[in-house]
């Protein structure tokens, strides 16, 4: 299903994905409250969300449609790498995000990671706010282990943590504990204390 405001960007994705027998486009909204309606009638596999809609910020959208359509995959999909709106869609539940001048066989493999499970995200966005994409260089910290810490420090337990990033319970421990070491800490509190210092939270 494509959500988007803009007739073209409905059109010219339905227009790429035609010769994909695999992908198949079954439906489409131009805002949110739309999409909200529809969802749960078309039983989307997988939601390409326009970041910025009329009517609705796509965090919104994202929880809405989790709700909705339980099963959906939900994919942002913004002609800015707009960071904090991009990471606001990310922490609701959205399973990637994607630049809409992405190329069509970069789109099309995008989608079928996602179908198979995968989180995506455009190498070019970075996966957090731009000021602490040094920091998490210099912290030795992957972008998994960044991205288990910083639902951490939102409060998640270790089995919300595991829902939200499709990932399994253990391997949310393992990651957590990975970080831990980098970053020196005994426990996840100190963990989120030093890593708000390291300018990474």
Do not use: W
């Amino acid at each position: 299903m494509v959500v988007d405001d803009h007739p073209v960007v409905r059109d010219g994705v339905a227009l790429l994905l035609r010769g994909e027998p695999s992908l198949v486009v079954v439906g489409a909204a131009e805002s949110g409250r739309t999409a909200l309606e529809r969802a749960p009638g078309l039983r989307p596999d997988l939601v390409l969300l326009d970041l910025r809609l009329p009517d609705m910020l796509a965090p919104e959208v994202v929880a809405g449609l989790r709700t909705a359509c339980p099963e959906a995959k939900v994919v942002v999909f913004t002609a800015h790498g707009d960071h904090h709106g991009v990471q606001a869609a990310l922490d609701a539940g959205a399973h990637g995000a994607l630049l809409k001048d992405a190329a069509a066989t970069d789109l099309v493999a995008a989608l079928r990671r996602v179908l198979r499970g995968e989180r995506v995200s455009d190498p070019r966005m970075g996966s957090g706010p731009a000021g602490n994409q040094a920091a998490l260089a210099r912290s030795g910290l992957t972008r998994r282990e960044y991205e288990v810490l910083r639902l951490a420090a939102q409060g998640r337990t270790n089995p919300e943590i595991a829902e939200s990033t499709g990932l399994a319970r253990n391997t949310v421990k393992t990651y957590l504990q990975s970080a831990l070491h980098k970053l020196g800490a005994r426990n996840r509190v100190e963990a989120i204390g030093k890593a708000s210092e390291a300018g990474l939270l």
